[in-house]
């Protein structure tokens, strides 16, 4: 039964370039969260996803967007990236509660 | 706005102390306290809690949440050195699909030999 998958696992952008960062659920999973995890510091909400909507949103700016496809799979997306915005993204899949963590994607901004 | 505060935030000890790691929290619609192990990405599950009271057990980790005070404590105990770990509290929804779940910072523990 395969978990959280994440891709990719190390990303490095340009500040202002936009990046997509890809997740799939465990089997059986419908909603997807988004979490941006800065070094040393607790996951951070950014967006939850359910029935392809976005259901719930953290303080974050319209830069960072998302979708989730029938298959439950979902994407996040940040436009005009800053060097702030270098950190670990996490996809956290669940039904009804329970989160379940994929590894993360580590992004860079240089 | 909803808070979760940990402390410490950093933790060394030596193989064979036993610890408590505190969560304090300020939310609205509490559902769920939730512990998590992250050792080094993705944070795996250790304990839910929504009853006050009622210690929950898993080996030498235990846990108990107080619904009054707003609080909860995870206990290490004979502590070993894969236990170090950055240790994370968080409080959300458990029953439906549309509950976001709010981290604190962490606390990191060092076990050392």
């Known amino acids: 039964d395969a978990g959280v998958t994440q891709s990719p696992t190390h990303l490095i952008k340009t500040r202002g370039q936009q990046v997509t960062l890809r997740c799939s659920p465990k089997?059986?999973?419908?909603?997807v969260s988004w979490y941006q995890q800065a070094l040393g510091q607790g996951p951070q909400f950014i967006f939850q996803?359910?029935?392809?909507?976005?259901?719930q949103r953290g303080n974050f700016p319209d830069r960072f967007s998302g979708h989730q496809f029938p298959n439950y799979s979902s994407e996040l997306n940040v436009n005009a990236l800053l060097l702030g915005d270098s950190a670990l993204y996490l996809c956290?899949?669940?039904?009804?509660?329970?989160?379940?963590f994929g590894s993360g994607t580590r992004l860079t901004v240089v | 706005e909803d808070k979760v505060v940990q402390s410490p935030l950093s933790l060394v000890v030596h193989e064979g102390d036993t610890v408590t790691l505190n969560c304090s929290y300020e939310?609205?619609?509490?559902?769920?306290l939730l512990w998590y192990k992250q050792e080094k990405k993705a944070p795996t599950f250790l304990f839910m809690l929504?009853?006050?009271?009622i210690e929950k057990k898993s080996g030498r980790l235990s846990s108990i949440l107080d619904k009054k005070e707003l609080f909860s404590i995870l206990n290490i105990t004979a502590t070993q050195t894969g236990d170090s770990a950055v240790y994370l509290c968080?409080?959300?929804?458990?029953?439906?699909?549309?509950?976001?779940?709010?981290f604190g910072p962490g606390t990191s523990l060092s076990v050392i030999p």
């Open positions: 956290a899949s669940s039904l009804q509660g329970g989160l379940t």
């Open positions: 089997s059986g999973h419908d909603t």
């Open positions: 939310v609205t619609n509490f559902r769920s």
């Open positions: 996803y359910y029935e392809e909507e976005e259901r």
């Open positions: 968080a409080v959300g929804g458990m029953g439906t699909s549309y509950d976001k779940v709010i």
């Open positions: 929504t009853s006050s009271g």
